[in-house]
């Protein structure tokens, strides 16, 4: 027994240690992949700034903050899926569970469609509204919708007792009441305001910039932590409550903050970034179906895969899109689609 439980640890860690090595080898040749035309020898040489000014802005303006994007936000939404699964009991559960993503919508539909080229100031002319677009201002009203769905459902939960059932049905009302928010919101917008709600809503990492990078690792950085030194409280949970409270968990408080945490990972990510789905599906049950459940291990490799996920598909779609970079969001929704189909069916399968 003591030679399988070594064998186990060593694949656990052979698993993690390949995954880390493709995300910093995909990480480098993400930035030679791009419908600029420049070749691997001039990337090389902008990388080093001794390329053209052009190629210099291309590779550190554009190409590395993409990049970090991806490997932050895919980290980000991976380990905020796993810890929701794990939390709610519920392998369906994704970060879009409690309806942030909607949030998150309606917030930029909001701050794009009423107040920047919108019935808020008739704004009919293009200039105006680019003017009047501050894109750090859609993030910020779009992460403060988030954040306030996330605690409005968790705040109901707390009164009306936490159970994951109540969260769950929680979420998709309320993800129900923002997404009627935003359709009546477009069904007034001007076509300027229309327009720019749309793009919004693509998943795309080109509209990363240092300083949101800046904001989104400080917050999945936090969230990991958490979710690290709480691992063997989480392999407690897998248990079932009664399990874990019998071992001196306090399985309420661990679920409310686990939840909070998750879901504000997620906001800050779709602020800056749009919706990209499917990410805290495919991956944590990918990892558990590699190296187990013990969260000790599965959380450090659900966050390096969902950075190696997120940077296949964005180098995907900036490979596929003939001049223009595809909305990494739609990519993953591709991929995740019959993903979750085949999780529902070998569910079956096992029951």
């Known amino acids: 027994m003591r030679e399988e439980a070594r064998s186990r640890r060593l694949k656990r860690a052979a698993v993690i240690a390949i995954l880390a090595a493709l ?25 080093a ?21 991806a490997i932050i936000a895919g980290a980000g939404l ?38 920047a080229g919108g019935y808020l100031n008739g704004g009919h002319n293009a200039s105006d509204f680019t003017f009047g677009a ?25 009164i009306r007792s936490f159970s994951p059932g109540v969260v769950v049905l929680a979420g998709i009302a309320m993800g129900s009441v ?8 477009q069904f007034y917008a001007t076509d300027v305001g229309l327009s720019a709600a749309v793009i919004w809503s693509f998943g795309d990492l080109g509209r990363a910039t240092y300083t949101n990078d800046l904001i989104m690792l400080a917050v999945v950085a936090v969230g990991s ?16 409550d009664a399990a ?12 409310f903050f686990s939840m909070l945490l998750a879901s504000m990972i997620t906001a800050v990510c779709v602020s800056f970034l749009g919706i990209i789905g499917f990410v805290g599906i495919i991956c944590p049950h990918t990892i558990k179906k590699l190296i187990g459940q013990d969260h000790r291990f599965s ?47 070998a569910g079956r399968r096992d029951g």
């Open 244 to 255: 874990a409270r019998t071992m001196g968990v306090n399985v309420d408080r661990l679920r």
């Open 134 to 158: 501050n894109p750090f201002a859609t993030s910020a009203v779009a992460f403060a919708f988030a954040l306030l769905s996330v605690l409005l459902i968790l705040g109901l939960c707390r």
């Open 23 to 47: 995300v910093v080898v995909l990480g480098f040749a993400c930035l030679f992949a791009g419908s600029s035309g420049m070749t691997v020898r001039e990337c090389f040489a902008a990388f």
């Open 225 to 240: 932590v958490f979710f690290i030194l709480m691992s063997w409280r989480y392999n407690a949970l897998l248990s079932g």
């Open 78 to 115: 991976s380990v905020s899926g796993l810890v929701m699964q794990t939390s709610l009991s519920n392998s369906m559960a994704s970060p879009s569970t409690l309806g942030v993503s909607n949030a998150a919508v309606f917030g930029a539909n909001l701050s794009l469609i009423a107040f």
């Open 178 to 185: 923002w997404t009627a928010g935003t359709t009546i919101m």
């Open 299 to 345: 959380t450090p490799a659900s966050l390096l895969a969902g950075s190696l996920l997120l940077l296949i598909s964005d180098t995907f779609a900036r490979s596929v899109g003939h001049g223009s970079a595809l909305p990494v969001g739609a990519i993953t929704t591709l991929l995740g689609a019959p993903f979750f189909v085949a999780v529902i069916l």
């Open 49 to 69: 700034k001794k390329g053209t000014a052009a190629q210099n802005r291309i590779i550190w303006n554009i190409r590395v903050p993409r990049v970090l994007a």
